[in-house]
């Protein structure tokens, strides 16, 4: 993470009153089935339609009030940072402000702290060090549609994850600013979307105070070098690198400094794993012990393949893909043709910082006629690798078993 001078970009700000001009952020454009094509994930009901929405490319739609939208699984082979128009979305709540005023909006710092901040944009980018730092935001149901027995809530295939480089002010900056009362213990975090119908309780996200004060913790205003788009967060979202992305309140406008432990519903309620070690159970058990989910395991991806393919054999290809996990950073990737007998170790590319996606690559050569299974498995710096076999649990939380690409070569 590098420090810089604080100053202010008006290219975001500028940014920010366009956002204001359009009409609809949650209106997609080609919403008729005529126009719009689809993909298909490889699960049951796994068909979706490539909608583009405002700021976005076509992305495939889970839902749209609210907007649900999933990366197709090619654009991360692309790049190592997703453009921000392929960037996956989810909202829990479908009443999300249309327009943002970035001259009047105020982030404000309250509860037990000495003092009550109310900071405009313009106070946040001139008066706070700037930070960068690429970081993996991933869903904690990222892949939840490869659960066997199947689990309820959205069918995501692996597209709900995406890296980027995250600008913003240090969250403890802002809590130092404020002034942390000595009986504080969480903080509690809540963006500008409200419920639709008033039995929903609001969206917030709270964090242990210790979590709260990490040095990498952003309250960030810019994505790959440009402001957040609406869809994801803008002007600010929570950065919470290592985390799952329940935890990167988007739209951010409130944070509040506790002295007990947040109650609310998205925090006893949702988002919660099976207390044991592994977070899982055998389909059927009684789930009586939880605990909040927290950070991802380590996983990895072959991104220049797909399962199901056919491809010329005798010619030599380079096998892509990436890794990451909660921090660590990727120590290792090893990659297997043969359905994890034999393993091979990938070349890994360059190191953004531990909490980025991290390339790999291995070379292969397939001979005609040949059926292979191939596998990645990812071992990060303190020894933790990915699981053999997948883990269940209710929600179709964490998953992070070695994924397999079946390929045949003609
Ligand atoms: N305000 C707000 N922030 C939120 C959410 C939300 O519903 N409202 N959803 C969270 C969840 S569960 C995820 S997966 C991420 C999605 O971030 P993205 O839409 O930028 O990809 O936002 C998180 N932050
Ligand atoms: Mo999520």
Redesign the pocket.
């Known amino acids: 993470m590098n420090g810089e001078k604080p100053g202010i970009d008006r290219r975001h700000l500028l940014k920010g009153s366009l956002a204001l001009g359009l009409a609809s952020f949650l209106t997609p454009r080609g919403l008729s089935a005529n126009d719009s094509s689809t993909a298909t994930l490889p699960f049951e009901r796994g068909r979706r339609p490539l909608i583009a929405f405002p700021q976005k490319r076509p992305l495939m739609v889970m839902t749209t009030r609210?907007p649900q939208l999933e990366t197709p699984f090619h654009i991360f082979n692309e790049d190592i940072f997703t453009p921000n128009d392929a960037?996956?979305?989810?909202?829990?709540?479908a009443n999300i402000p249309q327009t943002i005023d970035v001259n009047t909006f105020r982030l404000t710092i309250r509860g037990r702290v000495n003092q009550t901040l109310s900071l405009s944009l313009q106070e946040l980018q001139t008066q706070f060090d700037q930070v960068e730092i690429a970081a993996v935001?991933?869903?904690?149901?990222n892949s939840r549609g490869f659960f066997q027995p199947r689990v309820p809530g959205g069918q995501w295939g692996n597209g709900?994850m995406?890296n980027a480089n995250w600008k913003g002010i240090r969250l403890r900056d802002l809590l130092h600013r404020a002034g942390i009362e000595t009986d504080a213990v969480q903080v509690r975090f809540?963006?500008?979307?409200q419920p639709v119908a008033q039995a929903t309780p609001d969206?917030r996200?709270s964090l242990s105070l210790e979590d709260a004060l990490h040095e990498e913790v952003l309250v960030a205003h810019s994505m790959n070098g440009e402001a957040l788009p609406m869809?994801?967060?803008f002007p600010l979202?929570?950065v919470v690198p290592g985390w799952?992305?329940?935890?990167?309140?988007?739209?951010?406008a409130d944070i509040e400094v506790l002295n007990q432990a947040d109650q609310n519903f998205w925090t006893t309620r949702a988002?919660r794993l099976p207390a044991d070690p592994c977070h899982c159970m055998k389909p059927g058990e009684d789930l009586t012990d939880t605990v909040p989910i927290g950070k991802m395991p380590v996983r990895s991806f072959i991104t220049n393949m797909e399962d199901g393919r056919s491809i010329p054999g005798g010619a030599p290809y380079t096998i892509k893909g990436i890794a990451f996990d909660q921090g660590y950073g990727i120590d290792r990737v090893l990659f297997s043709v043969d359905g994890g007998q034999q393993w091979q170790s990938a070349r890994l590319g360059k190191d953004f910082g531990d909490f980025s996606f991290r390339l790999w690559e291995a070379p292969f050569t397939p001979e005609p006629g040949k059926t292979y299974s191939l596998q990645s498995l990812a071992i990060n710096r303190i020894g933790e690798s990915q699981r053999f076999s997948a883990r269940w649990n209710p929600s179709g939380y964490l998953r992070n078993v070695v994924e397999t690409v079946k390929i045949h070569a003609t």
């Not at 960037?87 to 709540?93: G, I, N």
């Open positions: 609210p960037f996956f979305v989810r909202w829990h709540l935001c991933q869903c904690a149901g709900a995406g809540d963006g500008l979307d969206f996200k869809l994801n967060g979202r929570l799952y992305a329940t935890y990167w309140v988007k739209m951010l988002y």
